[in-house]
């Protein structure tokens, strides 16, 4: 099975979770059998991939394509080409979408692939162009839509309106959530039975099995935690999809009436400044650490999960959400909203509304304050997440190629 496969970021160079998500599915689809060229928009070093064939989208002269965020292009607003005299310049994010397509419309004339898998919006022109010159079927995978990226609203009308084509001519389409299946459906008009839903799974690396946990990253907050406080955290990106400000309500409460208590916040985002200021204004000053991004590959990031008593997802609209996973993995019990896909497979976390600012304050209190409910949310959570694997979802994508490949050449006989 040769896959197309056309993705905005891979680990160590991504923000949030589509990264990892991409980066963990295609390693399993490659121990399943399949042929993966993945094709990404900026040049970069990926050593700790040798089970696919991955390729930046070159323009013709460019030798390096950098994003404008550090780390990540998922976010960037702008690029810069630099060419192989080392001249160098900026170009806005419509016109590489466009350089993206027309890299990929030449890789689809010039190969041979089964099917083309194209993950959310920013991929989809670049996935119709291969499509229309190829007939190859189309599985576009949706990790968030423009209605959970702007919380709950319309969002972005050209965002809106690339999606709803990438959906209508899609082939299939995978959703990552129940949830995200039924948003597909009510804010897109599109036919429930065209969508599958493919839960994501979240699995250590071999290295992260053996990482020297003796000494963590955050020691001054261990210290802390031996004069009684405890640590609460939020990692991820910093958006207003995220929940925080309702987050940082609750932690109020909290400290109020449990003023050794720490919320440390892993992450960055639209929202960073905002959010260090309404910290300031609820009088948390002295309560709150925001650490800023933290390579979500590396053991810092780990660390965090780690020295945390409780992790805390408070999303307004989630898709998914692999941050509660990674808590559990570190032996860290969570507390994740309702509106999340993880809610959906997670059975031994706390749940709530994301709204309802006075029960989160009450539910992190109840873990401070019970250190048994602590150890016994972490054991069974963490025991939960055996059966939660890439490879059941794996089998299931790899059904629909062969089926849609399968229909693809009797058409063309």
């Not at 190969?111 to 291969?130: G, P, S």
């Not at 709803?164 to 959530?177: N, P, R, V, W, Y």
């Not at 955290?233 to 400290?255: D, N, P």
Request: negative net charge.
């Amino acid at each position: 099975m040769k896959i197309l496969m056309l993705g905005w970021e891979l680990p160590p160079h991504h923000t949030g979770g589509m990264g990892v998500v991409c980066y963990q599915m295609c390693k399993e689809l490659a121990q399943s059998g399949a042929d993966i060229e993945f094709i990404l928009p900026y040049t970069a070093e990926f050593p700790n991939i040798d089970f696919m064939t991955v390729n930046p989208a070159l323009p013709e002269g460019v030798t390096e394509v950098i994003g404008s965020m550090a780390g990540s292009t998922y976010d960037s607003q702008y690029f810069t080409y630099v060419d192989n005299k080392g001249n160098s310049r900026g170009v806005q994010m419509h016109e590489h979408q466009s350089a993206y397509t027309q890299y990929v419309a030449k890789l689809a004339r010039l190969n041979e692939y089964d099917v083309i898998h194209a993950h959310d919006w920013l991929t989809f022109r670049a996935a119709l162009a291969a499509k229309q010159l190829t007939a190859k079927p189309l599985f576009v995978h949706v990790h968030a839509t423009e209605f959970d990226r702007s919380g709950g609203s319309y969002g972005n009308p050209l965002v809106r309106e690339i999606e709803h084509m990438g959906l209508l001519l899609a082939d299939k389409i995978f959703a990552i959530s129940q949830a995200t299946k039924d948003t597909i459906v009510r804010e897109y008009n599109i036919d429930p039975a065209k969508i599958e839903i493919v839960h994501n799974a979240m699995e250590l690396e071999e290295s992260e099995l053996h990482e020297d946990t003796s000494v963590n990253t955050f020691t001054y907050l261990q210290i802390m935690q031996g004069r009684g406080y405890k640590v609460i955290l939020s990692a991820g990106r910093l958006t207003i999809q995220k929940g925080l400000i309702h987050l940082l309500e609750a932690f109020a409460k909290v400290v109020e009436k449990r003023p050794k208590t720490i919320l440390l916040v892993v992450g960055s985002g639209e929202q960073y400044t905002e959010l260090i200021e309404h910290s300031a204004v609820l009088g948390l000053s002295g309560n709150v650490i925001f650490t800023g991004r933290i390579n979500g590959t590396g053991k810092t990031w780990r660390d965090a999960f780690r020295v945390a008593n409780l992790f805390v997802m408070p999303s307004v609209s989630e898709p998914f959400g692999l941050t509660p996973f990674e808590a559990l993995l570190q032996h860290t019990p969570a507390l994740i909203s309702k509106q999340s896909g993880a809610s959906e497979l997670l059975r031994n976390v706390l749940k709530l509304d994301y709204w309802d600012i006075e029960e989160m304050s009450n539910q992190i209190l109840a873990v401070c304050n019970n250190s048994d409910l602590e150890i016994t949310l972490a054991e069974e959570g963490s025991a939960e997440l055996a059966n939660i694997t890439w490879k059941r979802s794996v089998q299931k994508m790899m059904h629909h190629y062969q089926l849609h490949a399968h229909k693809q050449k009797v058409l063309h006989v």
